[in-house]
């Protein structure tokens, strides 16, 4: 088997499991990030109802630039911008299978310094 076969099995397992463990609500959505070779993207869920309050990625902070760490952390503070205007303050933090380190980590550095709770 591949090695891209088997790391993308072991995320789908990874993020299984954690999604049996988290649930956003309207008061306290899932922060939910993805993050491909180029992009990063993220999103306030609330699961309950099914949709998506609040959005941000990196094409919204600078289409030209491929995905790192400084970038990723402004993707976090443009989201917590957004939820404020929205009043939205807490959330659950959702890595969706990523390793919290690098450009996941600096997501949810830039959003705790937006004023999200997590």
């Known amino acids: 088997m591949a090695t891209t076969a088997r790391k993308s099995q072991r995320r789908t397992r990874i993020r299984r499991s954690i999604r ?59 989201l917590a911008e957004r939820a404020k205007e929205k009043g939205i303050d807490k959330a659950i933090f959702d890595r969706n299978g990523f390793l919290y380190h690098g450009n996941i980590k600096a997501v949810a550095e830039g959003a705790r310094e937006g004023g999200l709770q997590f």
């Not at 988290?22 to 180029?38: D, H, Q, Y």
């Not at 999103?43 to 609040?54: E, F, K, N, R, Y």
């Not at 959005?55 to 993707?75: F, G, P, T, W, Y």
């Open 20 to 78: 049996k463990k988290l649930a956003g609500t309207a008061e306290r959505p899932r922060l939910s990030v993805f993050r491909s070779n180029k992009y990063i993207y993220t999103q306030l869920i609330d699961d309950a109802s099914g949709h998506t309050l609040v959005s941000a990625s990196l094409k919204d902070i600078d289409a030209e630039k491929h995905i790192n760490q400084e970038l990723s952390k402004q993707v976090g503070v443009k």
